[in-house]
């Protein structure tokens, strides 16, 4: 079976996480890191011509700057997938993140190995179910 590589870009301001995420994705042979930002404003700028097959965007409290960041990519990358990713598993988050544009919810506590099951599957077009993956 081929699998699809998924190319990606990753929003996330705390740098650990970010880090460690990055190296996680770089070691897998599925994905495809075109970049990395900390700061919500630059990424939004730079991806348009990146047209990565996958968004994920770390959503904080209460997250305004990443929700319009969803509905601006959204609208600027109508074929990109974008995957919000949450420090807490709360429910209004989760939805708002939906309303604006977010194909997709991941938990920063996942299990990794389920987080790029479901990064690969966002950019290959599989379905997956049901539209969060949480701890």
Same mark, same amino acid.
Request: some cysteine; proline content about 6%; charged content about 20%.
């Given at each position: 079976?081929?699998?699809?590589?998924?190319? $990606?870009?990753?929003? /996330? =301001?705390?740098?650990?996480? &970010?880090? *460690?995420?990055?190296? %996680?994705?770089? @070691?897998?042979?599925?994905?495809?890191?075109?970049?990395?930002?900390?700061?919500?404003?630059?990424?939004?700028?730079?991806?348009?011509?990146?047209?990565?097959?996958?968004?994920?965007?770390?959503?904080?409290?209460?997250? $305004?700057?990443?929700? /319009? =960041?969803?509905?601006?990519? &959204?609208? *600027?990358?109508?074929? %990109?997938?974008? @995957?919000?990713?949450?420090?807490?598993?709360?429910?209004?988050?989760?939805?708002?993140?939906?309303?604006?544009?977010?194909?997709?919810?991941?938990?920063?506590?996942?299990?990794?190995?389920?987080?790029?099951?479901?990064?690969?599957?966002?950019?290959?077009?599989?379905?997956?179910?049901?539209?969060?993956?949480?701890?």
């Amino acid at each position: 079976m081929t699998h699809k590589l998924v190319t $990606l870009v990753l929003v /996330e =301001a705390q740098t650990l996480f &970010r880090k *460690s995420l990055s190296e %996680t994705i770089e @070691a897998d042979a599925h994905l495809n890191l075109l970049g990395e930002f900390s700061q919500t404003r630059a990424a939004v700028k730079a991806i348009p011509a990146l047209q990565p097959d996958v968004v994920l965007i770390a959503v904080g409290y209460p997250g $305004l700057a990443e929700l /319009e =960041a969803i509905s601006t990519l &959204r609208h *600027s990358c109508p074929n %990109t997938r974008i @995957a919000a990713l949450l420090t807490e598993e709360l429910a209004w988050q989760a939805e708002a993140a939906r309303e604006h544009g977010a194909s997709y919810v991941l938990s920063k506590a996942a299990p990794r190995p389920a987080m790029l099951k479901a990064l690969q599957s966002l950019g290959a077009e599989q379905p997956l179910s049901p539209g969060e993956v949480t701890s």
